[in-house]
């Protein structure tokens, strides 16, 4: 099994900023692609940006030029800067990560998801 602790969510005024964290642990044989995704209430959950382990990244059209996805691989974590909040930047933030384990069976993969961490920006 695999956990993702999430942290760095808050309310913030538009403008401002805030960075996202998500730490990785559990049965890890390699951290595979890393992700944030989002849910505004009364809509689907949508990708803000993602991330290779050899660091190519991926954003939505709404948050280029505004948020910056890393990552550190020898902490098993991301991050998500976020500038330039708008208030149609409010939602919960999910972590999601692809990993690999080495099980009975052998190299295994799966997806994980986080338990969210709630961003509101006021306008």
């Known amino acids: 099994q695999v956990q993702l602790v999430e942290s760095g969510g808050g309310l913030v005024q538009a403008g401002g900023s805030l960075r996202l964290s998500c730490a990785a642990s559990?049965?890890?044989?390699?951290?595979?692609?890393m992700g944030w995704y989002r849910q505004a209430p009364g809509k689907q959950r949508e990708l803000v940006a993602t991330i290779t382990s050899i660091g190519t990244t991926n954003y939505a059209d709404s948050v280029k030029g505004r948020f910056t996805i890393s990552r550190d691989n020898a902490k098993n974590t991301v991050y998500l800067q976020m500038n330039s909040l708008k208030a149609e930047d409010t939602a919960v933030y999910y972590c999601n990560a692809d990993v690999s384990h080495v099980s009975y069976y052998g190299l295994e993969q799966y997806d994980y998801w986080g338990q969210g961490t709630q961003v509101t920006v006021s306008s």
């Open positions: 559990g049965n890890i044989f390699h951290l595979n692609a």
